[in-house]
Nanobody
Framework: QVQLVESGGGLVQPGGSLRLSCTASGTIFSTNAMGWYRQAPGKQRELVATITSSSTANYADSVKGRFTISRDNAKNTVYLQMNSLKPEDTAVYYC???????????????WGQGTQVTVSS
């Protein structure tokens, strides 16, 4: 059983900050890339940020300079620090991780359950 558990979402005013976290648990041999995606009502899910196993980060243009993705490999956890939040950031944020459950096999993508982020006055 492999599970991604997210936390940290909530309601925040424009200009505020939130920190999301996502921890992978279960039978995990190795964790490769991890990332955050978001989906607003009526829109498709879009990439927010990704981070490789060696902590190389990639960001969507809409969040670059405001969001920071990081990870703690010992804890199988990925974080998303969100600063200067805008109403346009309102969405359900989903964690994604590439996990290997055995040594001599391939990585497979897993999704978290999502956490709501609402930016409003």
């Amino acid at each position: 059983q492999v599970q991604l558990v997210e936390s940290g979402g909530g309601l925040v005013q424009p200009g505020g900050s939130l920190r999301l976290s996502c921890t992978a648990s279960g039978t995990i041999f190795s964790t490769n890339a991890m990332g955050w995606y978001r989906q607003a009502p009526g829109k498709q899910r879009e990439l927010v940020a990704t981070i490789t196993s060696s902590s190389t980060a990639n960001y969507a243009d809409s969040v670059k300079g405001r969001f920071t993705i990081s990870r703690d490999n010992a804890k199988n956890t990925v974080y998303l620090q969100m600063n200067s939040l805008k109403p346009e950031d309102t969405a359900v944020y989903y964690c994604h991780a590439e996990l290997k459950i055995q040594r001599d096999t391939y990585y497979y993508g897993y999704w978290g359950q999502g956490t709501q982020v609402t930016v409003s006055s």
